[in-house]
């Protein structure tokens, strides 16, 4: 069945470092979704990117969406202590108006002050 | 609040019992889906409802089912509980396709014992 892998599982990074995490899906998708959950919290959508290549910026947050569609990143400039927590990434394979997502196993991101 | 209210928030029962979580969704959603949070195990997509229907299942195992009622609010039934059923369990909703992302709710604590 359709996977998606993230890494890393784990990041470390002083504040005002920079942060990325990647997501690879064993197939292509139609879109793909990034959330963030804060530690206690539940998942929060950030964005979705559905073209080729697209790249959506909100702040300091950087989203990629591979040229194949298989693939996807999140970079955040210069992390801030409000950063913490851990960042999903999840596959849409769409095969009409409903469908469900594959999320990746996320990257949880810790910053020291 | 995301919109998407969850109960019981937290629920401890003993191995062999059988539990029912609730799940109201956002208003004017019609899609309900069910993950299963796990430690290091990311999320885990159970089943999704549409409008009172199946539309998709994942990892859930047979002894677990779910149903989405006229209203909309869904319940997941767990029964012959192990050990290794305690995790997170989110409800999440959406309109048709998803274009602005999955709303979770707030999640369900299973402990067994």
């Known amino acids: 069945g359709q996977q998606v892998m993230q890494i890393p599982q784990y990041q470390h990074v002083q504040e005002g470092e920079d942060f990325t995490t990647y997501c690879n899906s064993s197939t292509t998708l139609s879109n793909i979704q990034w959330y963030k959950q804060r530690p206690g919290g539940h998942p929060v959508f950030l964005i979705q990117?559905?073209?080729?290549?697209e790249v959506k910026k909100q702040k300091r947050l950087t989203f990629q969406f591979g040229e194949a569609k298989k693939n996807s990143s999140l970079h955040i400039t210069a992390t801030q202590t409000t950063d913490v927590g851990t960042y999903f990434c999840?596959?849409?394979?769409?095969?009409?108006?409903?469908?469900?997502?594959?999320f990746g196993k996320g990257t949880k991101l810790s910053v020291k002050p | 609040d995301s919109g998407v209210t969850q109960t019981p928030k937290h629920l401890i029962t003993a191995t062999g019992q059988r539990v029912t979580l609730r799940c109201s969704p956002r208003?004017?959603?019609?899609?309900v889906y069910w993950y299963q949070q796990s430690l290091d195990q990311g999320l885990q997509f159970l089943i999704q409802?549409?409008?009172?229907?199946?539309?998709a299942k994942g990892n859930i195992l047979e002894r677990f089912s779910a149903q989405q009622f006229p209203d909309l609010h869904s319940e997941l039934n767990l029964s012959s509980l192990e050990l290794g059923d305690s995790a997170l369990y989110f409800c999440?909703?959406?309109?048709?396709?998803?274009?602005?992302?999955?709303?979770f709710g707030s999640g369900t604590r299973l402990t067994v014992v």
């Open positions: 990117l559905v073209k080729s290549g």
């Open positions: 208003s004017g959603d019609l899609s």
């Open positions: 999840a596959g849409g394979d769409y095969g009409g108006s409903q469908g469900n997502l594959i």
């Open positions: 409802y549409y409008n009172g229907e199946e539309r």
């Open positions: 999440a909703s959406s309109v048709a396709g998803a274009p602005y992302g999955y709303t």
